[in-house]
Structure formats: structure tokens, C-alpha cells
């Protein structure tokens, strides 16, 4: 059930957690970092649940935190799987693609995040206020910028059995807004954001009213 952070970088190759490519993962705290950043490679973000991760998923978990939390509300559970609030739809670019067509898609679909791909690998997460920025730091021909050539900002990795308490916290530690779910082979399976969060608390403040 781990989480993890990958550094910026330029859209080459993959840039998902090495745990995805059969090499060693660095240990980090939850909050604060406990050694330099290596931008060479991801750092794991919760060690105190990578061994449990992939062990046997969600019956795993429930075995850790216990099935009776599921007769608590959902927002109130111990533990609450991220597979539960995140989005499966998930649209993605490749890194050759320009800044203009990435801005196309995310109007054309009225969505604020994009998946950016490298030969079929995960490359990076990006976002419409991140896309933004980067526009106004630069010149008016930034839209036709490839990319391929850009540094892509840090994002967060998470299995579906990641509890979502656990990764809120992430999320604001490193103030980030979104986080991609992917399966044990590093496959995209969704994402999870601010909204889904919000919606998640929203619905359980209309049931209370209702009540």
C-alpha cells in the first residue's frame, strides 16, 4: 500500500517508482526528508506499509485494519482503500505532444489532469495550474513547446489498496492536488484528487442533514 514521489524531470522513459522496475526503493518519513533528494530515482513516502503492499491486497488490508471498520461511515473508516474514491478515467499524451495540445485536451474534455507517456511508460502527471504557470513564466511561443523538452513537475504514486487517509496527508505534505493509482505492474488505474476528497465529504455532510 505504499506511496511514493518521483522527483521533476524531463518526460524520458518512466518515472514511476523503482519498486516498478526491480531496484532498490529509498526510505523517506512521512513529512519531512530525512536525507538529500536524489533526482536520479523515486523515494518511497510511507515505508511503514511496503511490506504489506502487493502481500495480498485489499483481504490483506482488511485483515491489518480490520473488516469491522467497515460499519463505520466511509469518511470515518481506519481504513479506506483509494480504489473506493478515485477516478478510473484517465486521459493521457505522449511527451512528444505540444503544451497547445495538452491544453486542448484537458478543454475538450473538461478535465485538470493529464497522463504523459514515454514509449507506453508512465512519464508524468501533470496538471491545468501547473501547465498554466509554466505558460505565463515563459514566452508567447511557449505553447508550441514539445514536452519532451520540459521538466515535468513531482507526483504521487499509489495502489489501489492505499489507505486514502495516509495519502491526503501525502498529498498536502507535498502539496500536491492529484495522485495516480496504478496496479502492481505499474500500469495507470485511475486518479485521485482534491475533488474526489471533497465529494467524499460533501456526500457524507448531506447524509448527516438528512438525517
Not at 6 to 31: A, H, K, Q, W
Amino acid at each position: 500500500m505504499a506511496i511514493f514521489v518521483s522527483e521533476p524531470g524531463r518526460p524520458v522513459g518512466t518515472r514511476l517508482p523503482e519498486i516498478f522496475r526491480g531496484r532498490r526503493v529509498g526510505d523517506v518519513t512521512e513529512m519531512t526528508e530525512s536525507h538529500a533528494i536524489n533526482t536520479g530515482h523515486s523515494e518511497v513516502t510511507d515505508a511503514e506499509f511496503q511490506q504489506a503492499q502487493y502481500a495480498s491486497g485489499l483481504h490483506r488490508a482488511m485483515e491489518e485494519y480490520g473488516s469491522a471498520a467497515y460499519d463505520e461511515p466511509r469518511q470515518q473508516r481506519s481504513y479506506l482503500p483509494v480504489a473506493t474514491i478515485c477516478t478510473p478515467a484517465l486521459y493521457s499524451l505522449p511527451a512528444s505532444a505540444t503544451l497547445s495540445e495538452a491544453l486542448t485536451m484537458m478543454d475538450d474534455n473538461g478535465i485538470h489532469h493529464l497522463v504523459i507517456t514515454a514509449q507506453d511508460n508512465v512519464a508524468g502527471l501533470i496538471d491545468l495550474r501547473w501547465l498554466l504557470a509554466w505558460l505565463h513564466e515563459h514566452n508567447a511561443n511557449a505553447m508550441s513547446h514539445s514536452m519532451v523538452h520540459i521538466e515535468l513537475p513531482a507526483f504521487l504514486t499509489a495502489s489501489p489498496e492505499t489507505d486514502a487517509h495516509q495519502l491526503a496527508r501525502l498529498m498536502l505534505a507535498h502539496q500536491l492536488n492529484a495522485a495516480l493509482v496504478v496496479d502492481k505492474n505499474g500500469a495507470p488505474d485511475g486518479i485521485v484528487t482534491s475533488t474526489d476528497y471533497l465529494k467524499l465529504y460533501a456526500s457524507a455532510g448531506r447524509q448527516e442533514g438528512t438525517v
